[in-house]
């Protein structure tokens, strides 16, 4: 079990999915947990309340701060309000990510910008928010959830893909731009991963799911023990790392 120091992680898209299960392990090991999603102040509440039966270090908490990342002021501002009300920030991971799926033929204006601006777009703003927080604490550990449509690129994705394409290129250079104050940034690109996003796809009508050399669609757990290593690594930085039962080899 790996073991945090006192600080906060910002998780975005972190009540369900993938992003659950990264919070979960977060407080397990130890570190506060400031979930930012788009959910109703009640129900995300609820969820908090089970989550923070996880947490293992005196003095460690999780909280819930409702925000859109793709809005560049609103996401100033709720880390502005995270920095003031929580433990020092040390962590950051853009997990929120949408689909709008459709082929380059069908596609709309709108279906292409909407993905762009909460899976790329998002990303950036929390990034440049939280950079003035981990220069100033001269530490600060980065993953951004790209995914395997980003690497290769998958028909009837070409806003998705071309957003975790970016994240890419984003992450390599947030570790080059931020290296020597020792902040790393790295990516995550995982598989098919069973979560809401993916619950309608089954392996007839998504042929890449019955090519996975493990032979099983991945869990969020899977994701959160790849990004709980790369959190935890201080000498790690600018890679992605895929977590896709071997799908991509
Ligand atoms: P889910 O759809 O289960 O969860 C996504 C979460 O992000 C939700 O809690 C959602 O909140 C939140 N969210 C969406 N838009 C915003 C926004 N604008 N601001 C803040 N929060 C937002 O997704 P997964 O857990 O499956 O995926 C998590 C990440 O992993 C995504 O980036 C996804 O692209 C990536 N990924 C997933 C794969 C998979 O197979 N599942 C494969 C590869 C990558 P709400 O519901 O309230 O809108």
């Known amino acids: 079990m790996i073991r945090y120091e006192e600080g906060t992680a910002i998780v975005t898209g972190g009540l369900r999915g993938i992003g659950a299960a990264i919070v979960r392990l977060l407080a397990a090991g130890g570190s506060s947990v400031a979930i930012i999603d788009m959910a109703e102040e009640d129900k995300a509440q609820e969820t908090v309340k089970q989550f923070r039966a996880e947490l293992t270090r005196p003095g460690s908490e999780i909280r819930y701060y409702r925000c859109d990342v793709s809005d560049f002021e609103a996401s100033k501002a709720v880390v502005a309000q995270i920095s003031k009300e929580m433990e020092k920030l040390t962590m950051l991971v853009n997990n929120a990510g949408i689909t709008r799926d459709g082929l380059i033929l069908t596609m709309s204006e709108?279906?292409?910008?909407?993905?762009?601006?909460?899976?790329?777009?998002?990303?950036?703003?929390?990034?440049?928010?939280?950079?003035?927080q981990f220069m100033k604490?001269?530490?600060g550990r980065i993953v951004n959830i790209s995914s395997v449509s980003g690497l290769s690129g998958n028909a009837g994705q070409a806003n998705y893909s071309a957003s975790k394409a970016g994240l890419v290129g984003l992450t390599k250079t947030v570790a080059r731009e931020f290296a020597s104050?020792?902040?790393?940034?790295?990516?995550?690109?995982?598989?098919?991963i069973q979560t809401d996003m993916t619950k309608d796809i089954s392996a007839e009508?998504?042929?890449?799911?019955?090519?996975?050399?493990?032979g099983r669609p991945g869990t969020p757990d899977d994701i959160a023990k790849a990004a709980d290593f790369l959190l935890s690594s201080g000498y790690i930085t600018g890679v992605v790392l895929r977590v896709d039962g071997g799908l991509g080899m």
Request: glycine share 4%; aromatic share 8%; hydrophobic share 40%.
């Open 181 to 192: 104050k020792n902040i790393t940034c790295n990516a995550i690109a995982p598989g098919f």
């Open 110 to 132: 709108q279906q292409f910008d909407d993905v762009i601006s909460v899976n790329l777009k998002g990303a950036f703003n929390m990034i440049k928010h939280c950079s003035r």
């Open 205 to 214: 009508n998504n042929p890449l799911a019955s090519q996975i050399p493990l």
């Open 137 to 139: 604490n001269k530490f």
